[in-house]
């Protein structure tokens, strides 16, 4: 009975990680629109900031060879989702579509980030 209930704790932890994963992928999927719709909407500031492809690459031009090795593109999509969740970018303060994307980019990463404390909290009063 002590192997099935333990058995069971560790079931429910990874049904509880892929709850949240889901979080995780959401946050991907708001980067990736955030992406379109700069390149879509201020073509310029896309430029400047490096022309950063999401995940749908597809919907993207094909970067060329100076494009693909140059160190700000490699950069600007890492660094730039990262400065969204604190500080919205210049460009799209005008914006109501903009300020919808980052808006559930945030929700998607806090809701994430407490799903991952309360899943290590878990395991560590699992162990016990």
Do not use: H
Request: net charge positive; aromatic share 22%; charged share 20%.
């Amino acid at each position: 009975m002590n192997q099935i209930l333990s058995n069971m704790k560790y079931i429910g932890l990874g049904l509880y990680f892929i709850f949240i994963l889901r979080f995780l992928f959401l946050s991907f999927k708001d980067i990736n629109d955030i992406y379109l719709f700069e390149y879509k909407n201020f073509p310029e500031q896309w430029e400047k900031d490096g022309k950063p492809r999401g995940i749908q690459y597809w919907k993207f031009p094909k970067p060329s060879w100076k494009d693909l090795y140059r160190p700000s593109a490699w950069r600007s999509g890492a660094i730039s989702p990262m400065v969204w969740v604190f500080v919205n970018p210049k460009w799209a303060e005008g914006s109501p579509e903009a300020q919808g994307y980052l808006t559930n980019l945030r929700k998607n990463i806090f809701w994430w980030n407490v799903g991952c404390i309360i899943f290590f909290i878990l395991v560590i009063l699992t162990q016990v």
